[in-house]
């Protein structure tokens, strides 16, 4: 899949599931739930331990699932989980160098930001999305329709304060998709294995995401388990 068809695939799912676990295992069993909950799409934050190996394992195995790395603070990392498979990569920050390096290698990366200089320079970089973080401390919906209005021309995903409430309003406010994290992949279910919590909220975001948008909602896709 090239660069332009992972936007695609993240414009149109509009979820972007952020997965911070304490253990590969967690992080496996968090993308294999949200995959059978329609979300053909996983961010493993560097945060988790042994999270390149887990980006390499989900790349090979499941060639379905579009596996990105989160947390990517530097050109090292960015170079590391591009070499493993990582097909898009995350950061909470605009650091140009990483920017960079992800156009070199021709992967697709959502540079962070808050305020409007910062996404206006992420953009200007090269960032293919602009991650705006910690959206929900800046207003919500309400920053992300003000920053839309004088920057139509910037993909925003909104991370941080999207939950099944403010879902909605953050897709009509003009965001190219979100970035949810432990709203979706739900910390106890997530220690429990209770697969079925986190299928039925990644299922209920993508109806939500698609209703919000105005078109009817796709089944949840299943497929094979990933291993």
């Known amino acids: 899949m090239n660069k ?10 509009g979820i972007v599931p952020v997965i911070r676990a304490s253990s590969a295992q967690e992080a496996r069993f968090a993308a294999e739930a949200v995959w059978h909950g329609g979300i053909p799409i996983v961010e493993i934050t560097m ?12 790349a090979k195995t499941n060639p379905e699932v579009l596996v990105g790395a989160g947390t990517v603070l530097d050109e090292e990392s960015a170079r590391k989980c591009a070499d493993a498979g990582a097909q898009f990569l995350v950061s909470p ?13 021709g992967v697709l990366v959502m540079a962070g930001a808050l ?8 953009w200007k970089a090269g960032a293919d999305l602009v991650k705006v973080f910690p959206c929900g401390n800046l207003g919500g919906p309400n920053y992300i329709k003000a ?3 004088p920057l139509p021309q910037i993909p925003l995903v909104p991370t941080g304060g999207v939950n099944l409430e403010t879902a909605a309003e953050y897709i009509r406010a003009g965001a190219a998709a979100l970035g949810v994290g432990g709203e979706l992949i739900a910390k106890d279910a997530l220690q429990a294995r209770k697969a079925e919590i986190i299928k039925g909220l990644a299922a209920r975001f993508v109806e939500i995401v698609n209703q919000a948008r105005g078109r009817p909602s796709a089944k949840a896709k299943s497929s094979a388990e990933i291993h």
Do not use: C, N, Y
Request: proline share 7%; aromatic share 2%.
């Open 4 to 13: 332009d068809e992972v936007r695609a695939l993240i414009e149109d799912i």
């Open 47 to 58: 945060t988790v331990p042994g999270a390149v190996g887990v980006i390499s394992e989900l």
């Open 93 to 105: 920050g605009f650091d140009p160098a990483t920017v960079a390096a992800a156009k070199e290698l």
């Open 115 to 122: 305020t409007p200089t910062e996404v206006i320079s992420a």
């Open 147 to 149: 920053l839309k209005g």
